[in-house]
């Protein structure tokens, strides 16, 4: 999963570079979205360490 979030920002900013504004926005935004989603799926889930 993180590897995709990698490949998403890359994609948004190739996007930047060939100047589509409105889709590099959007881009952007999904981005955002799933590395917000991914953090909080880490931030929640339990740990099962025992000592």
Same mark, same amino acid.
């Given at each position: 999963m993180a590897s995709l979030l990698f490949l998403m920002f890359f994609v948004t900013m190739a *996007?930047? *570079?060939m100047n589509k504004e409105? *889709?590099?926005f959007i881009a952007?935004? *999904?981005s955002i979205a799933a590395s917000l989603f991914w953090f909080h799926h880490h931030a929640t889930s339990t740990l099962n360490i025992q000592l």
């Open positions: *996007l930047a *570079l409105k *889709l590099s952007f935004g *999904l």
